[in-house]
């Protein structure tokens, strides 16, 4: 059953709640927010875009299968903590590049807990979506023997 204020919430929303995740993504590794709540709020927009829609066109929008975007979140997370042990620093130790300006966004501050915080970001948007999708197809499987 398709609902037409979730599918039109779907399209006006999704791409407000990925500008606001990335937002809250950067932010993070200074103030509160960080991987973890930008992943939730990113997959929240696919999941309203799956509620709208359907399934295989928030599996469209995703562009990738979810457990290779969860994969590929837990590499970058575990390759974050490498630059450390080549200074001489223990493991997720963190390093951090020298603050430059960018003329719209400021200050910039950029490191090794940043590119943690992707790695956090990309593993909670692909379990969260992995197993709602997973789910949706459960119930699909209950529904064609009922």
């Keep these: 059953m398709r609902s037409l204020i979730l599918h039109q919430a779907g399209h006006k929303l999704f791409p407000w709640l990925i500008v606001l995740s990335v937002v809250v993504l950067y932010r993070g590794h200074?103030?509160?927010?960080?991987?973890?709540?930008?992943?939730?709020?990113?997959?929240?927009a696919f999941l309203?875009?799956?509620?709208?829609?359907?399934?295989?066109?928030?599996?469209k929008l995703l562009r990738m299968d979810p457990t290779v975007l969860m994969g590929v979140?837990?590499?970058?997370?575990?390759?974050?903590g490498l630059p450390g042990v080549f200074a001489g620093d223990p493991f997720?130790?963190?390093?951090?590049?020298?603050?430059?300006?960018l003329?719209?966004?400021?200050?910039?501050h950029l490191g090794t807990p940043l590119l943690f915080d992707v790695g956090v970001y990309f593993t909670v948007?692909?379990?969260?979506?992995?197993?709602?999708?997973?789910?949706?197809?459960?119930?699909?499987?209950?529904?064609?023997?009922?």
């Design 48 to 59: 309203l875009a799956s509620l709208g829609d359907s399934v295989q066109d928030a599996r």
């Design 73 to 80: 979140g837990l590499a970058v997370a575990i390759l974050s």
């Design 30 to 44: 200074n103030l509160p927010g960080g991987g973890f709540i930008g992943g939730l709020i990113a997959a929240t």
């Design 125 to 146: 948007i692909g379990f969260v979506l992995h197993s709602a999708f997973s789910l949706s197809s459960l119930s699909e499987f209950d529904e064609e023997d009922d």
């Design 103 to 108: 003329p719209i966004l400021g200050k910039i």
């Design 92 to 101: 997720m130790t963190g390093e951090w590049l020298p603050d430059f300006k």
